[in-house]
């Protein structure tokens, strides 16, 4: 019984982790395109 219960633990804080690094990613990944699209303004008004 406390087998399970270390192993749920784990497995509840593994899906934690990957959680909070898809979610860091993905706002990193959300800022890079609002960067982007406002150098693409920039550079659309240059061309």
């Given at each position: 019984m406390q087998n399970w219960s270390v192993i749920t633990?784990?497995?509840i804080r593994e899906v934690v982790f990957a959680y909070e690094a898809i979610l860091i990613v993905s706002l990193i990944f959300f800022n890079v395109l609002?960067?982007?699209g406002k150098y693409g303004v920039v550079i659309d008004a240059f061309l």
């Open positions: 633990i784990s497995l609002i960067i982007i």
